[in-house]
């Protein structure tokens, strides 16, 4: 039953953001998101630049006091550099492309057009992918953080539809797909680490 929920809450989320795409491309934006601190605060965590020192100091901490978990810090990195190639490949299958060069429509590539370039395509965004498949591994290892590393993520993932650079729905779906990453690549390690 709680798997049930949790797919009918998504699809319902998806379901909501798609409906929200046209109004929010035409109604939400902020000049200069990333000239402001918190813009670049937030976009950064859809990055791995954000993420590798991040497991640095995690993996520095639990060696000094728990060494024998330390390696979970790895997955800090792996969830999110996972996730980005999982963004990509996905961008390849929908091949939608960024609101901003068609104002605001909708609008799909075709396979036979640069089959494997996912330059300017935008379903979902990276940055929303990394950002949530870090956060699901960060929120698993610190779970009285999770609040906190949910919002940043979110954040990341609004930060980009307020830059005009994603629909609502490319968000969304990388939100979903992060997560997902992150939980799935949690769960597979520690019934690796059970097993022994």
Known sequence: PQRMVALVAALGALAL???L?????RSLSVAGIYDKD???MLRVMGSLVFWLPLTLAVWLERRAREPQSAGHAWLLLAAPTLGGGVGELLKMLFRRERPGPHDG???FRAFTDRPFDTKDLGLPSSHVVV???GAAVLARM???AAPVVYLLAAGCGLSRVLARAHFVSDSVTGALAGWA???VLWKWTEAKRQTG
């Open 142 to 144: 610190f779970p009285r």
């Open 21 to 25: 795409d046209h109004w929010a491309w």
């Open 17 to 19: 953001s798609l409906a």
């Open 181 to 183: 990453v992150g939980a």
């Open 38 to 40: 918190w813009g670049r």
């Open 131 to 133: 950002a949530f498949a």
């Open 105 to 107: 429509e909708w609008v």
